[in-house]
T-cell receptor, first 109, second 114 residues
Framework: AQRVTQPEKLLSVFKGAPVELKCNYSYSGSPELFWYVQYSRQRLQLLLRHISRESIKGFTADLNKGETSFHLKKPFAQEEDSAMYYCAALGQGAQKLVFGQGTRLTINP | EAQVTQNPRYLITVTGKKLTVTCSQNMNHEYMSWYRQDPGLGLRQIYYSMNVEVTDKGDVPEGYKVSRKEKRNFPLILESPSPNQTSLYFC?????????????FGDGTRLSIL
């Protein structure tokens, strides 16, 4: 079955420390992968997607097909990074976006 | 302002009383979808629509209906709501390319079915 797993419900790190939010997927073929973020009192929005290979707000995510992972990383966390993060996947030729359970990231001052 | 608007934002109702949650977007988007968000389960897709009169089931469609008579509107209908449909609901839309494009989400509708 198609599945996206975010093993950490909660993640807390100190400002300036590196942060990594884990995401694993279970899909046949080559899915497209995304990270969405919801800041406090804001709408859920796209952070980045693997096909763009870009860095947004200092975050990057590398697709590792061997480990079927798409972990989100940032070398130096900032307080404004505190938010709820969702990993999502889209199967080849599909239009059903599957989300993980979400990770609430808290950056401590 | 480009946005997705859901109404109502909050609703408390009783089992069996039909209700409709409206979703409207002003971005001329083709793709629209509905999700429910439950603790520990993340967002799960209920239905999606590629364009007018084209709808398809997501992962959890049971107990829900949708229609897409106009491009801008995508209402979610609960014909006979039950307590297990108590949840936070999100509508989203995106441009040509569907789910591959950035999804624009509404603010959410919190439903409580007693």
């Amino acid at each position: 079955a198609q599945r996206v797993t975010q093993p950490e419900k909660l993640l807390s790190v100190f400002k300036g420390a590196p942060v990594e939010l884990k995401c694993n997927y279970s899909y046949s073929g080559s899915p497209e992968l995304f990270w969405y973020v919801q800041y406090s009192r804001q709408r859920l929005q796209l952070l980045l997607r693997h096909i763009s290979r870009e860095s947004i707000k200092g975050f990057t995510a590398d697709l590792n097909k061997g480990e079927t992972s798409f972990h989100l990383k940032k070398p130096f966390a900032q307080e404004e990074d505190s938010a709820m993060y969702y990993c999502a996947a889209l199967g080849q030729g599909a239009q059903k976006l599957v989300f993980g359970q979400g990770t609430r990231l808290t950056i401590n001052p | 302002e480009a946005q997705v608007t859901q109404n109502p934002r909050y609703l408390i109702t009783v089992t069996g009383k039909k209700l409709t949650v409206t979703c409207s977007q002003n971005m001329n988007h083709e793709y629209m979808s509905w999700y429910r968000q439950d603790p520990g389960l993340g967002l799960r897709q209920i239905y999606y629509s590629m364009n007018v009169e084209v709808t398809d089931k997501g992962d959890v469609p049971e107990g829900y209906k949708v229609s897409r008579k106009e491009k801008r509107n995508f209402p979610l209908i609960l014909e006979s709501p039950s307590p297990n449909q108590t949840s936070l609901y999100f509508c989203a839309s995106s441009s040509t390319g569907g789910a591959r494009q950035p999804q624009h989400f509404g603010d959410g509708t919190r439903l409580s079915i007693l």
